[in-house]
């Protein structure tokens, strides 16, 4: 087992848990966005996007005043339940779906857009309730956005740095993620380990773009 390989075990399990959540609770707010004929909804869309622009420790370093135990979160969570969010593994996931929100959203709400009101119109003419349109016309028509945003959130989190520093700290084993171990690498002039983690990653990231465009093509010629 070579050093890094605890590092990468847990950025792999952010990664997966943080992309999980996202599809779960990116779903219904890309529909709504999606459907939605309310005049705020420029406005929630930059909201949504800001993590795109906005730099990764402006946007750690506020993470980290709401999540520490005097933060308005924070303090609930310490109360509740004794520990605090902020250098864990907890106010990692938390901080990864902020900061990867967008690239899920964004490609979810643009193939919702895609379906168009005619198709969920004609469910609804055959007698099947919103929910049920939803899940049988609605998914099925969005599947390249699902498939993009999974892919896109996993691969951001992957690669983030900023954020999770400020947050999670440099913890072994509990926050210490491969990006943060690479630094540390460099830091220690041990350019050889540092090389072997990078090179994971950059082939991780290009054989998941791949099989998403790849994907992506297959999908569209078939509808």
Not at 143 to 152: D, E, Y
Not at 201 to 213: K, Q, T, V
């Amino acid at each position: 087992m070579f050093p890094g390989f605890d590092a990468l075990l847990l950025t792999a399990k952010l990664a997966g848990l943080t992309t999980l959540i996202l599809l779960v609770i990116g779903t219904p707010i890309a529909w709504w966005l999606a459907t939605t004929k309310t005049k705020t909804k420029p406005i929630i869309e930059a909201v949504i996007a800001l993590p795109i622009v906005l730099p990764p420790t402006v946007l750690g370093f506020y993470l980290l005043v709401f999540l520490s135990p005097q933060g308005a979160v924070g303090s609930w969570w310490f109360e509740l339940t004794g520990q605090a969010l902020t250098f864990s593994f907890s106010g990692l996931v938390i901080a990864s779906v902020i900061y990867s929100f967008p690239f899920v959203v964004q490609p979810l709400q643009n193939a919702f857009e895609s379906v168009g009101h005619d198709m969920m119109e004609a469910a609804y003419t055959l007698g099947a309730k919103p929910l049920d349109a939803f899940f049988s016309v609605a998914v099925p028509l969005a599947k390249r956005g699902f498939l993009t945003g999974g892919v896109l959130g996993f691969a951001h989190t992957l690669g983030e740095f900023g954020v999770v520093l400020m947050i999670g700290g440099n913890i072994p084993g509990e926050t210490r993620v491969v990006s943060i171990a690479i630094y540390d690498h460099v830091e220690m002039l041990e350019y050889g380990q540092a090389h072997v983690l990078s090179g994971i990653l950059l082939a991780f990231a290009f054989i998941a773009m791949l099989l998403m465009y790849v994907l992506n093509h297959r999908l569209k010629v078939r509808t």
